[in-house]
């Protein structure tokens, strides 16, 4: 227990990593959406009057009339069900474990030293624009993938995920760019903060334009600028608070 309360954010990774696959199981073994009416003649050989899916536990049928035939078997259906438990048993307190971390005990308090902060902060922003904007790039893509692939709880899972990635990000960021004095827990809050509200602004734009669920192109230049804004206020407080103890001091 305690190797997974140290390595929470991994595990979580690679538990809605596994989510995500597992919703692309579960689609690729029920009717398209496109045209499942046909997929259903071409696997039972008759075509049907109706289809029905349902995602927990995995099923899908085919109707005829009055009668239903099996378009995913049992089998298939109850091992997909274990692991979606399995799944939950392991992404549910990893999460809880992961949000604890940023209520934790801050750890030491690295100083700035004889840095030079203004060129750290130039640095932080320049440089974590363009990873953001880069991040962004594939995130677009995967998007559009795990929605086509997963439905509504791929889309889900997908957002979890984007979440807890880009926070992962921004907090290694601001651990090798981000304000001093500052200590780990700082690190992770900012960065947390970072991440979700990075996320937020292109979910709001993408809505806003009308293109839900899916993200367009723009949002790759729309995550690094909204970072750098994020990152410039971060600066901004943590330059202001330094300021205010040095004062008292």
């Known amino acids: ?16 990593i596994g989510g995500l696959a597992w919703t692309a199981v579960v689609t690729l073994s029920q009717p398209g959406w496109y045209d499942p009416t ?32 099996q378009y995913m078997s049992t089998t298939r259906s109850v091992v997909l069900t274990i692991i979606a438990v399995l799944l939950v048993i392991v992404i549910v307190p990893a999460l809880i474990l992961t949000v604890r971390r940023l209520t934790g005990d801050s750890g030491p308090i690295r100083a700035a030293g004889d840095l030079d902060l203004r060129k750290r902060r130039i640095t932080h922003l320049a440089f974590g624009a363009l990873d953001l904007a880069v991040v962004f ?4 893509f995967l998007n559009a993938v795990a929605i086509v692939f997963g439905g509504i709880p791929g889309g889900i899972l997908f957002i979890v995920t984007s979440l807890v990635g880009l926070s992962a990000i921004c907090t290694a960021l601001d651990r090798h760019m981000g ?43 729309l995550g690094g600028i909204a970072y750098a804004a994020v990152v410039a206020v971060q600066w901004h407080r943590a330059t202001t608070s330094a300021n205010q103890v040095q004062y008292s001091g």
């Open 1 to 16: 227990m305690d190797w997974v309360r140290r390595h929470a954010g991994w595990v979580l990774g690679l538990g809605l």
């Open 38 to 69: 046909r997929d259903c003649s071409r696997k039972l050989g008759v075509d049907p009057t109706g289809f029905h899916t349902s995602w927990f536990p995995p099923t899908a049928t085919c109707l005829y009339g009055d009668e239903s035939r």
């Open 137 to 140: 790039a594939p995130l677009t």
């Open 179 to 221: 304000p001093l004095p500052s200590s780990a827990l700082d690190s992770r809050r900012r960065g947390t903060i970072a991440g979700v509200t990075i996320y937020a602004v292109v979910f709001a734009a993408t809505a806003v334009s009308g293109g839900l669920p899916f993200f367009r192109l723009w949002s790759v230049p």
